[in-house]
């Protein structure tokens, strides 16, 4: 069983950036590979970035390449997402998840555990 909380959400003006975290409790996460997704307002929630359970694999949808970086500290427990270069059409609520494999996913239904979401609004 994984505990998921996100935490460093917040307002943010375009070209800006944020950190958001997400502290996980269970023994289990170390061998969890995690994931972000987001959901914004009148939309379906989105894959993000995916992580694999060392941190080996990553992968982001195109929407985000190239300007998230998503890690994890396994020692503490905690998985990040950090976010630059952030527009308007980043703002949602973001959602980490973590499922009970390996490897990474890319699609809701392949995460067992998931947090109470942060919302990230990037003003014009």
């Known amino acids: 069983q994984v505990q998921l909380v996100e935490s460093g959400g917040g307002l943010v003006q375009t070209g800006g950036s944020l950190r958001v975290s997400c502290a996980a409790s269970?023994?289990?996460?170390?061998?969890?590979?995690g994931g972000w997704f987001r959901q914004a307002p009148g939309k379906e929630r989105e894959f993000v970035a995916a992580i694999s359970w060392n941190g080996g694999r990553t992968y982001y949808a195109d929407s985000v390449k190239g300007r998230f970086t998503i890690s994890r500290d396994n020692a503490e427990n905690t998985a990040y997402l950090q976010m630059n270069n952030l527009i308007p059409e980043d703002t949602a609520v973001y959602y980490c998840a973590a499922r009970s494999l390996y490897s990474t996913g890319t699609e809701e239904h392949e995460y067992d555990y998931w947090g109470q979401g942060t919302q990230v609004t990037v003003s014009p």
């Open positions: 269970g023994r289990t996460f170390s061998t969890s590979a």
